[in-house]
């Protein structure tokens, strides 16, 4: 059992961070700019993006590296 806040993915309006939230969640975790190669989003757009679900505290840094990972469970 997890005890990480639960969002709803359907509550998030932002398109990019939609999209980051899916592929860490099929990922469990992912290297910032493979995120943004993967998604084919812009450098501008995808940092925008992670820098605000890394703000919300819906995603993190795992243990001070480059990997990032979700930090809420998706309903």
């Keep these: ?3 990480k806040k ?3 993915i359907q509550n998030i309006t932002n398109p990019f961070e939609k999209d980051i ?6 990922k469990e975790k992912c290297v910032y700019g493979d995120i943004i190669k993967e998604l084919r989003i812009s450098a501008r ?3 925008e993006s992670i ?5 919300k505290g819906f995603v993190k ?3 001070k590296s ?3 990972k979700l930090n809420v469970d998706i309903k």
């Excluded at 939230?21 to 099929?26: I, T």
């Excluded at 820098?51 to 703000?55: H, M, Q, T, V």
């Design 6 to 8: 639960t969002i709803d």
């Design 45 to 47: 757009k995808g940092q």
């Design 61 to 63: 840094h795992i243990d």
């Design 66 to 68: 480059s990997y990032l």
């Design 21 to 26: 939230l899916k592929l860490l969640e099929e």
């Design 51 to 55: 820098y605000s679900l890394i703000n």
């Design 1 to 3: 059992m997890s005890n």
